[in-house]
């Protein structure tokens, strides 16, 4: 499983969570690429054949960034509006990224309570990352269960280091999509009712 990983953190050097991520992916170079957007694309002109040359030879997509205003930072939006063209995605029969999978991983400001019907935001991330999700079915991605870390910016050290640890774990399990584990599940079901 090759597994590239799209890092969209406007002020990497700042940050505590994103930053220690990457640390910890960086120890799993042979199996996942790390390509940091605001560092490659200081000037915001992003390399879209080139972006599209690294989707290509990658099965899993990974999107890490900081949950901004109930969404991804600025440079994450643009990656997508010009790397994803129609004619890129659906001049090659539709096959440009179609059964890749793709794993958000996002760090939150907020309390994973706040984040519920009844809480302050009142809605969850998985529903605030709709559109994200609309996107992989439309494009012919399958959506990987969300990596999500909650109150990053009060995190302890010694949370983010676990966090870090649980994140490269989720990243690198081939078996994250729910599909095998339903077959598995049938499989085992089977075998029993045969005897
Ligand atoms: C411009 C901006 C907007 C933010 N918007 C939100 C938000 O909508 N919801 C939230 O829970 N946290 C929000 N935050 C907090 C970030 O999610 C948090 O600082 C980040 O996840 C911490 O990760 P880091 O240590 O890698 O920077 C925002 C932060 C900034 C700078």
Known sequence: MSTFVVVAHPQLQQS????????????????VIV????????????????EQTLLADHERLVLQFPFQWYGT???????????FTTAWLFGSGGKAVAGKELLLAISIG?????????????????????????????????M???FTFYGAVQATE???????????????????D??????????EMKQKMNG
């Open 16 to 31: 505590r969570v994103n930053k220690r991520w990457v640390a910890e992916l960086s120890k799993h170079h042979e199996h």
């Open 35 to 50: 390509h940091e957007l605001y560092a490659s694309y200081a000037d915001k002109e992003i390399d879209v054949q080139y």
């Open 73 to 83: 930072p600025s440079l994450l939006k643009q990656w997508l509006d010009e790397v």
């Open 110 to 142: 907020g309390t994973q309570e706040s984040y519920q019907a009844g809480g302050l935001i009142g809605y969850t991330i998985s529903e605030l990352t709709r559109p994200l999700q609309v996107f992989a079915n439309q494009v012919g991605m399958t």
């Open 144 to 146: 990987l269960p969300l």
């Open 158 to 176: 010694e949370q983010i280091e676990v966090s870090a640890r649980q994140y490269v774990q989720h990243v690198l399990n081939p078996e994250l």
């Open 178 to 187: 729910p599909r095998i584990a339903r077959r598995r599940m049938l499989a």
